[in-house]
Every structure is written in C-alpha cells, then in structure tokens.
C-alpha cells in the first residue's frame, strides 16, 4: 500500500478521482491530517422512509393480499402493507442518493411490479419520503406514522 502525505494529491487515484486500488481489488486507505476533519462525500447513499397509498376499483380482499405478499416476498426491502378491498399502504426503507432518486424508486414500484405480483390496477394516489433523522424525530415526538408493530402484510 502507498502512504501519500496530507496535502498532496496520489496520483494512483486515477483521472477521475477515484480512489486508488490495491492489488486484491480492495481500496486503499486514505488518513486526514491532524486536526482535520473527516466529512462524509454528498453523493453517498442514505435511508430514506417512504409510504406509498394505492388506491382504485374494489378488489377481493384475497387478491390484495396475495399480491402485497407476493410483493414482499420478491422484494424483502417492503417493513409492512395494509390493505382494503380498494386501497393500501406501503412503508418502506429506500436507500438512495437523494430524496428525488428515492421518490422516482418509488413511483415506479406499483407500476412495475403489477404484472409479476398481480397486484390491482390501482393508481398511486399519494408519496411520503422523508429522510432517516426526520421519521425519528416525528416517532420521538408522537405523531410520525403509525409504528409497524408488526412487519409483513395487514388489514386496515
């Protein structure tokens, strides 16, 4: 491994700045100077808490949840769904750069996984993203979204 001084620049670290690789494929380490302060890059990724509604055309309660399952089941990421004969809800932990790339994954959810779910032909009809810190603070202070006392797939 190649140790570079604070203040100069490694130039294994490639054009683009990516961080230099040793020969294993792993990373080398980079240290901060005395008294620096290490600060996280922007652009890494971060938890955001999305709920997604669904509503449409009544729809047997069976068929609802069989495809909210089947949902939960292709993607493990889902916390919980409720669910109505017209409507549902799904909460979530999305890992993104950001809110906008958070809230596109979601938007495309519903849509995408219909067919292979066979969940109804529902609209999406509302979108909640909000980062890691703010769901805590709203839980802490009482009124943040009802707690998913039990993950998987509920009535209303």
């Keep these: 491994m190649r140790r570079v001084r604070p203040g100069t620049a490694s130039r294994s670290a490639g054009a683009a700045g990516a961080p230099s690789r040793t020969a294993g494929g792993e990373r080398a380490l980079t240290s901060v100077a005395a008294g620096g302060r290490y600060e996280e890059p922007a652009d890494l990724p971060r938890l955001w808490h999305v709920t997604l509604s669904v509503s449409g055309a009544q729809a047997p309660l069976t068929e609802v949840r069989r495809g909210l399952e089947q949902l939960a089941h292709d993607h493990p ?69 009802p707690p998913a006392s039990s993950v998987g797939v509920h009535p209303f």
Aim: charged fraction near 30%.
């Design 77 to 145: 990421f889902l916390l919980t769904s409720r669910y109505a004969g017209d409507h549902a809800e799904i909460r979530y932990w999305e890992e993104a750069r950001d809110l906008h790339d958070a809230a596109a994954v979601a938007l495309r959810l519903w849509g995408e996984h219909r067919q292979t779910a066979k969940l109804p032909p529902w609209e999406i009809v509302g979108l909640e993203v909000i980062d890691r810190e703010t769901y805590h603070q709203r839980v802490a202070e009482g009124y943040g979204p």
